[in-house]
């Protein structure tokens, strides 16, 4: 299973920007998918995620609404729409899904198992 991240760049504090996360080797229908940033010199952190069946959406309180988590199963592919960028969501964009099958994830970046390279958000004030 392959997860690769794109879609980040640099963008003014109050815009917006949308990561795709293209999975291969597996469908993504039946598994949650996860996204996480590391910033400078800090740890990696939970941004937020959507089930499996796309009807819930978790966010991190630093993020909860700007941010949005969709999918598109057609597409194998979830994504992250970033809006309101302020300066301290520069970082480092991972997506993330589990191994197990129809499982709700909780925000502990060790229910997921398989990882995309991530993608550079820079914001700049």
């Known amino acids: 299973v392959q997860l690769q991240a794109s879609g980040g760049g640099l963008v003014q504090a109050g815009g917006s920007l949308r990561l795709s996360c293209k999975v291969s080797?597996?469908?993504?229908?039946?598994?949650?998918m996860g996204w996480f940033r590391r910033a400078p010199g800090k740890e990696r952190e939970f941004v937020g995620f959507i089930t499996w069946t796309g009807r819930i959406t978790e966010y991190a309180d630093s993020v909860k609404g700007r941010f949005t988590i969709s999918r598109d199963n057609a597409a194998n592919t979830a994504y992250l729409e970033m809006n309101k960028l302020k300066a301290e969501d520069t970082a480092v964009y991972y997506c993330?899904?589990?191994?197990?099958?129809?499982?709700?994830?909780?925000?502990?970046?060790?229910?997921?198992?398989?990882w995309g390279q991530g993608t550079q958000v820079t914001v700049s004030s």
């Open positions: 993330a899904t589990p191994a197990e099958r129809t499982r709700t994830p909780t925000a502990s970046e060790h229910e997921f198992v398989y």
């Open positions: 080797g597996r469908t993504i229908n039946y598994y949650a």
